[in-house]
């Protein structure tokens, strides 16, 4: 069955063949790549920007994949009621059972199903500000840590003899980091020693390596571990 033959007047089929063909191939080709290249945009802001222990690359590439998923189906559809209600119907079945583990993530999905949106119906001014826009805000509270208490960059654990005195580690703490806060205390079962766990804020001049030494060289001070924090803890 030829092309021509389905754009016919007279035949029933050339109503959804002139919907199909709304889109010209140069049209469906610059729509296609402006979504590639904005769902990467907004993909690499994404992975900028992640905080916590849940990055996930396959999700970096779900975002990009979405983009240009819905860019398509944006242009499947048209200006076509029926397509739409069609298209509702067939995703229903799909039944999706990956748990989002931040919140964040999801905004970052409806940034590229807005920017596949965008870019299938030939929205380009709107698809560009968009991208922007939401990359823009993204960037900036993750440079300004917006929402958090404080930042936390380290956690310090260690073993102190009770029979010692505290204030010297306690003054190696307060001389190498700009922020401490005590997280966890807990006496071992004889009652001679703690378990401290701090968190830790190091001042810029101040190395983890140094900082680690100045606490071991503590007397009394055993055991001391330094984890890097990659999330924002809020107490």
């Known amino acids: 069955m030829s092309i021509p033959f389905l754009l016919q007047a007279g035949n029933p089929l050339s109503q959804g063949a002139a919907d199909l063909f709304k889109y010209s191939t140069p049209e469906m080709a610059f729509n296609v790549g402006l979504a590639t290249v904005l769902g990467t945009v907004v993909a690499l802001v994404y992975r900028a920007t992640h905080k916590g222990l849940s990055y996930s690359q396959s999700f970096t590439q779900t975002i990009i994949?979405?983009?240009?998923?819905?860019?398509?189906v944006m242009m499947v559809i048209g200006?076509?009621?029926?397509?739409?209600?069609a298209?509702?119907?067939?995703?229903?079945i799909i039944r999706f059972r990956t748990v989002v583990k931040d919140t964040r993530d999801t905004a970052f999905v409806f940034a590229a199903?807005?920017?596949?949106m965008a870019a299938g119906t030939s929205s380009y001014v709107l698809a560009g500000l968009g991208t922007?826009?939401?990359?823009?805000?993204?960037?900036?509270?993750?440079?300004?840590n917006f929402g958090a208490l404080y930042k936390?960059?380290?956690?310090?654990?260690?073993?102190?003899?009770?029979s010692k005195d505290s204030s010297v580690y306690l003054n190696r703490i307060?001389?190498?980091?700009?922020?401490?806060?005590?997280?966890?205390i807990e006496p071992s079962g004889d009652g001679s020693q703690l378990s401290l766990t701090y968190d830790i804020q190091l001042e810029k001049e101040t190395s983890p390596e140094g900082f680690v030494q100045s606490i071991k060289d503590a007397d009394g001070v055993s055991e001391v571990v330094l984890v890097v924090s990659k999330n924002d803890v809020d107490y």
């Open 132 to 144: 922007a826009v939401v990359s823009l805000a993204a960037w900036m509270m993750h440079q300004t």
């Open 87 to 92: 298209l509702v119907g067939a995703l229903s």
């Open 113 to 116: 199903l807005a920017v596949g």
């Open 65 to 72: 994949l979405v983009s240009i998923i819905v860019a398509i």
């Open 174 to 184: 307060n001389d190498g980091a700009k922020r401490s806060s005590l997280l966890h």
């Open 79 to 85: 200006g076509s009621l029926s397509r739409a209600f």
């Open 152 to 162: 936390s960059e380290f956690v310090l654990r260690f073993a102190f003899d009770q």
